[in-house]
C-alpha cells in the first residue's frame, strides 16, 4: 500500500465522521487521523519488524499502546520509577504472544477499537488528543522509519495544524531545559509560522528548528536521526 493509499483512506474515514466506529468531534480530527496511520503503519508491519524504540519489534509496540489504554496500573510505568519493572513484564508477555501474525493482527484491530482510558475517545475526545496525539505521531514513525525505504505518515493540513498547537503547548516542558540559551521552533505554513519556546538570554543567541510540525515533534522526542529537522 502506497502512502497515497494511506492518506486516501484516512481521509475516507474523517470524511465520514468516524475513525473505527468512533465520531470525530470538531477540533480533534488530527487525533483521529494520527490513530488511523498508526493503526496503517502497525498493519503494514511484520510482528517481529524492528521500530526505533531499541529493544522493541513492532510487536512491542502493538503490546505497549494497548496496555496504555487498558491498565493504568501497567501504563503508570512507562517513565520507570517503582512500576516500571512490571510495565516492561506486562509488555514483554503480551509481545510474546504476538508473535504469531493472526494474534498481531488482532491485538492491532483491538488498539483501533478502543474507546481509551476511562472511554476517554469517546466521553472526552479534546483530552484524548491533549494526552495521545504527539504520541501517535511519533509511534507510526518508530515503526515506518525503521524500515529500509520507509515512507513518511501523510498529515492533511488540517491534522498539521493541530500537530502543531499541541507541539507548542508541550515544547516547553519537553526540551526547554535542553536549549539554555533559547529556542524557537519554525514550521513554514503554519499559523503562527513560529513559536518562541524559551526567549534567548542576554548575549545569547537562541537555537533556531525549522520543520513541518510533526518533523518537529520527532527530533524533539530524540528520534533526531530520522526527523527532517532544519537545526540553526
Not at 25 to 49: N, S, Y
Not at 60 to 67: D, E, G, I, R, Y
Not at 85 to 104: I, P
Request: include cysteine; aromatic fraction near 4%; proline fraction near 5%.
Amino acid at each position: 500500500m502506497t502512502n497515497t493509499q494511506h492518506t486516501s483512506d484516512t481521509s475516507d474515514a474523517l470524511d465520514n465522521g468516524t475513525a473505527h466506529g468512533i465520531e470525530v468531534v470538531a477540533g480533534t480530527e488530527a487525533i483521529a487521523e494520527a490513530r488511523e496511520l498508526l493503526v496503517q503503519a502497525l498493519l503494514e508491519a511484520q510482528p517481529t519488524d524492528p521500530t526505533l524504540c531499541e529493544g522493541w519489534q513492532a510487536r512491542h509496540m502493538v503490546a505497549h499502546l494497548v496496555l496504555r489504554e487498558t491498565s493504568p496500573l501497567t501504563a503508570a510505568g512507562v517513565l520507570g520509577g517503582p512500576l516500571g519493572a512490571r510495565t516492561e513484564r506486562k509488555t514483554d508477555e503480551l509481545a510474546q504472544r504476538l508473535s504469531d501474525q493472526r494474534a498481531y493482527s488482532e491485538e492491532i484491530a483491538r488498539f483501533a477499537g478502543l474507546r481509551g482510558y476511562a472511554q476517554m475517545r469517546t466521553r472526552a475526545p479534546k483530552i484524548d488528543q491533549a494526552m495521545n496525539l504527539l504520541e501517535y505521531v511519533v509511534h507510526a514513525e518508530d515503526v515506518r522509519r525503521a524500515q529500509p525505504g520507509h515512507e513518511r505518515s501523510q498529515f492533511s493540513p488540517e491534522g498539521r495544524q493541530q500537530i502543531w498547537k499541541a507541539l507548542r503547548a508541550a515544547a516547553r516542558p519537553l526540551a526547554g531545559r535542553d536549549y539554555p540559551d533559547g529556542l524557537v521552533l519554525e514550521s513554514a505554513g503554519m499559523t503562527p509560522v513560529a513559536h518562541t519556546v524559551r526567549a534567548a538570554r542576554d548575549g545569547a543567541v537562541a537555537t533556531v528548528l525549522s520543520g513541518a510540525p510533526e518533523e518537529l515533534v520527532l527530533y524533539l522526542f530524540g528520534r533526531t536521526e530520522v526527523a527532517e529537522v532544519k537545526v540553526q
